[in-house]
């Protein structure tokens, strides 16, 4: 265990939980550690934002919370979304699924879906992770992140079929289309029997929080059924934008 990650996140719960402003002394003594310590690792915490300095004392910013809302976001929003999907799936009887981009891995996670009564389907299991450069959901999510992060990403990707991309240059083509279209697609980039398409949700701060997309047999995944699903799709990530109460602009 890292003993100064230990002390930092000691640091912080202490400074939550406190109604005013700590000094150093008070924050060794409550602790148990050394002044000099104490004052290393507020120093960190204030360069990252965490922790702000007033008349020599500290206190925790809103990062915090920041932090947590993010959290709370996720739980929510399968919760919220069911409904809509439900509504999608209902409409063009495919596979529906939201996923959310874990950047450390650049994976998508799912974390609700909602299956087809079709005999053919494609199939998302809740927690499933995927790679993002592949399949519609993370590609969706990444085309809203920031460059220096797309930059950050191997100049090479994994090759999982014929059709994936897998040159940082070309995905970073295929993420500026799907941030103009406004949508994404997946042709058998992961598995190439299988496809669909994805919209990316927002929260009430105008932050992706996820992506919604449809997973469908590539068999099925004609021109014309796109044509037909991406627009459905499309309404249902706003609905659930708006749901989660992303700015008018969004809805």
């Given at each position: 265990m890292d003993t100064t990650v230990v002390k930092a996140l000691s640091i912080l719960e202490a400074l939550a939980a406190s109604a005013t402003p700590l000094g150093v002394t008070e924050l060794a003594k409550s602790l148990g550690l050394s002044k000099s310590n104490v004052h290393r690792l507020l120093q960190t915490l204030m360069g990252q934002g965490y922790v702000a300095s007033i008349d020599h004392r500290y206190t925790v910013t809103?990062?915090?919370?920041?932090?947590?809302?993010?959290?709370?976001?996720?739980?929510?929003?399968?919760?919220v979304a069911a409904p809509t999907m439900q509504r999608l799936v209902a409409e063009v009887d495919e596979t529906a699924h939201l996923s959310v981009l874990d950047?450390?891995?650049?994976?998508?996670?799912?974390?609700?879906?909602?299956?087809?009564?079709?005999?053919?389907?494609?199939?998302s299991r809740i927690g499933q992770r995927t790679p993002a450069h592949c399949v519609a959901t993370g590609k969706a999510?990444?085309?809203?992140?920031?460059?220096e992060a797309l930059m950050a990403l191997p100049e090479e990707l994994p090759r999982f079929t014929p059709h994936t991309v897998c040159?940082?240059?070309d995905l970073l083509t295929v993420l500026e289309k799907a941030r103009r279209d406004g949508f994404s697609t997946n042709v058998g980039e992961w598995r190439e029997q299988v496809g669909g398409a994805a919209a990316v949700v927002y929260?009430?701060?105008?932050?992706?929080?996820?992506?919604?997309g449809l997973t469908?047999?590539?068999?099925?995944?004609?021109?014309?059924?796109?044509?037909?699903?991406?627009?459905l799709l499309i309404t249902a990530a706003k609905e659930i934008s708006r749901l989660m109460g992303a700015p008018l602009q969004r809805r």
């Amino acid at each position: 265990m890292d003993t100064t990650v230990v002390k930092a996140l000691s640091i912080l719960e202490a400074l939550a939980a406190s109604a005013t402003p700590l000094g150093v002394t008070e924050l060794a003594k409550s602790l148990g550690l050394s002044k000099s310590n104490v004052h290393r690792l507020l120093q960190t915490l204030m360069g990252q934002g965490y922790v702000a300095s007033i008349d020599h004392r500290y206190t925790v910013t809103t990062k915090l919370w920041e932090l947590g809302a993010l959290v709370i976001g996720r739980l929510d929003v399968a919760r919220v979304a069911a409904p809509t999907m439900q509504r999608l799936v209902a409409e063009v009887d495919e596979t529906a699924h939201l996923s959310v981009l874990d950047m450390t891995t650049c994976e998508v996670v799912s974390i609700h879906n909602i299956e087809s009564t079709q005999p053919v389907r494609a199939y998302s299991r809740i927690g499933q992770r995927t790679p993002a450069h592949c399949v519609a959901t993370g590609k969706a999510l990444l085309s809203v992140q920031p460059l220096e992060a797309l930059m950050a990403l191997p100049e090479e990707l994994p090759r999982f079929t014929p059709h994936t991309v897998c040159r940082r240059a070309d995905l970073l083509t295929v993420l500026e289309k799907a941030r103009r279209d406004g949508f994404s697609t997946n042709v058998g980039e992961w598995r190439e029997q299988v496809g669909g398409a994805a919209a990316v949700v927002y929260d009430h701060a105008d932050r992706p929080l996820a992506a919604l997309g449809l997973t469908v047999p590539v068999e099925r995944l004609q021109p014309a059924v796109m044509d037909r699903y991406i627009p459905l799709l499309i309404t249902a990530a706003k609905e659930i934008s708006r749901l989660m109460g992303a700015p008018l602009q969004r809805r």
